[in-house]
């Protein structure tokens, strides 16, 4: 009667070891292949009208689709204010994101003091936040995905400095108050022309075109009334205010006559870089930076070490390097393979 317990006790045993081992194999093979856990990531731009912006939302649209490949499910949100001036709006965005519950932020701040407060807001209710394209004066966020902006700077005023030989007048039409990024190239631009360059003249810096095209050409209809006759070079430090800029000289029948150096393209810009009326692009990649800000911030949910500051690249681009193959790479991001 022993013997005969003893071996129903064992054969019970064995078969406890088995299902616990086949429990075990099966929850290997569900963390190694596909994962069922999804996050819902908020990417608020500064802005939805620029093509910068739709670059930007392109790749964070590609990083949730390559997740998705790799057994992630990853939901981007796109939202933002229409125009780049409007920073109650995006605070009212990310405000609306943290009542919904996403999983994360991925934030391209208009202010970077403004939007502190509801991305501190965000951590303590359990939402972290990665930062792009402008820096934020906070240190409650997971990592910064951005250009080296103040490079950026140097490398336009290392093409106008070699265009004017070292010498003659420019003025500066910076973008808008608060805007980190655009400083940052502001201040860049002024430090290496002075260290390198002191024989040409910054005749003008304190003037802001605004968040817009028609502000920004405004604002240099303005300023090339005052200086038209004197300067030989010009700096604008984003898309907006690089058009604005191109379009005023147009109206007067300067463009091509100064050497002007813009920052971001757009194909109006490209056709005039063409035309000689534009001498240089100083060329972000927001694609790259939508892809890394929304794989930073997954890797961070998944409890992965994250990078606190991720550098997505900068590059001049002028008439002589126009056609390579990394200048198209930046020029020609898929947009409509991602954005259809």
Excluded at 19 to 33: E, Y
Excluded at 187 to 206: M, N, Q, T, V
């Amino acid at each position: 009667m022993m013997g005969s317990v003893s071996e129903q006790m064992r054969r019970r045993l064995w078969s406890f070891i088995g299902c616990l081992v086949l429990a075990l194999v099966a929850f290997g093979c569900g963390r190694s292949g596909r994962a069922t856990k999804s996050y819902r990531v908020a990417v608020i731009p500064k802005g939805t009208s620029h093509e910068f912006w739709k670059s930007i939302h392109a790749g964070a649209l590609k990083a949730a689709r390559e997740l998705s490949g790799e057994g992630v499910q990853v939901t981007v949100d796109w939202k933002g204010p229409l125009r780049e001036d409007d920073r109650e709006q995006q605070i009212q965005v990310v405000e609306n994101f943290i009542s919904q519950g996403v999983d994360g932020i991925v934030l391209a701040p208009l202010d970077d003091r403004a939007l502190v407060r509801p991305v501190e807001e965000a951590r303590r209710a359990g939402i972290p936040t990665v930062i792009i394209d402008s820096a934020l004066a906070s240190e409650a966020i997971v990592s910064f995905v951005a250009t080296d902006n103040f490079k950026g700077g140097e490398l336009a005023a290392e093409r106008l400095g070699s265009l004017l030989q070292g010498k003659g007048k420019v003025l500066l039409l910076r973008y808008q108050e608060g805007s980190a990024s655009t400083h940052e190239r502001e201040e860049g631009f002024i430090k290496r022309l002075k260290e390198r360059y002191p024989a040409i003249e910054l005749i003008s810096s304190d003037q802001y075109a605004g968040p817009t095209r028609d502000t920004a050409k405004r604002a240099a209809e303005n300023l090339l009334n005052r200086y038209g006759e004197q300067i030989q070079g010009i700096f604008c430090p984003n898309e907006s205010s690089t058009a604005g800029m191109l379009l005023a000289l147009q109206d007067i029948g300067k463009a091509g006559h100064v050497f002007f150096v813009g920052f971001d393209a757009t194909e109006s810009l490209i056709e005039a870089l063409r035309n000689k009326q534009l001498h240089g692009l100083v060329v972000q990649n927001p694609f790259n930076m939508g892809y890394l800000g929304v794989r930073t911030m997954v890797r961070y949910l998944r409890g992965e070490p994250v990078e606190k500051r991720i550098d997505t690249g900068v590059m001049l681009i002028t008439l002589e390097n126009l056609s390579t193959a990394e200048a198209q790479a930046l020029l020609h991001p898929p947009l409509d393979e991602y954005l259809r």
